[in-house]
């Protein structure tokens, strides 16, 4: 390995690894969609989830007035809707109705899921606080509805096994490298 020094904005190119997600929010109109890569776990119990969302963004006044949200895991398929609603705003566009996303009705909060996700993880307010020039919400996982073979057999790639976006910065993003392993167990 031959080391050299990078800025410290530079950062999250190695640990934005998680999957890319599709985060829908509401208020008093209609849902909106934001493409997030800053979404990570932040506690099994209770089941909390931090999502770095900027001021800037239409989403972000909904998600503080509405306090609810839809996480929806995507399969590399949507790769070009993550990258759509990540470039435009609901607050000149329908995003819904843009792409060939479907609102799916959620049980537990008032934004829809998405249809054609992996998963959805409904999400209430929890906590939230300034973070540099994002603001870190933390939002409570209150329900989860995900395709089995996702959830059971683990992501792909291969044999039709389903796959997540990751955003490796900028305009680059790849699917999930390789077949799941397991590690770690006592000997
Ligand atoms: C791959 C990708 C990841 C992104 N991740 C974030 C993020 O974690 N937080 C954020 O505030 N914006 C993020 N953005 C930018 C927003 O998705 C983008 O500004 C979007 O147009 C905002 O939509 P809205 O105005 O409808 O809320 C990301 C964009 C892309 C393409």
Request: glycine letters at 8%.
């Amino acid at each position: 390995m031959h080391k050299i020094e990078f800025e410290p904005a530079f950062f999250n190119r190695f640990l934005n690894c998680g999957p890319a997600v599709l985060a829908v929010a509401q208020h008093e109109g209609s849902p909106n969609i934001i493409t997030l890569a800053w979404a990570a776990p932040v506690s099994h119990d209770p089941p909390l989830v931090m999502i770095s969302v900027s001021p800037r963004r239409y989403s972000y006044g909904l998600i503080k007035a509405g306090r609810e949200v839809t996480i929806n895991v995507p399969p590399w398929s949507l790769l070009e809707e993550v990258a759509f609603c990540g470039r435009v705003s609901g607050r000149d566009v329908d995003k819904f109705a843009e792409t060939a996303l479907t609102p799916a009705p959620s049980e537990r909060v008032k934004p829809p899921g998405i249809e054609q996700c992996l998963a959805t993880l409904e999400c209430v307010w929890e906590n939230s606080f300034g973070a540099g020039d994002h603001t870190a919400f933390i939002m409570r996982v209150v329900r989860v509805v995900a395709d089995e073979e996702a959830a059971m057999n683990r992501f792909g790639p291969g044999a039709g096994k389903p796959t997540t976006i990751h955003h490796l910065t900028g305009n680059f993003f790849a699917p999930l490298g390789g077949p799941a392993r397991e590690a770690g167990k006592p000997k």
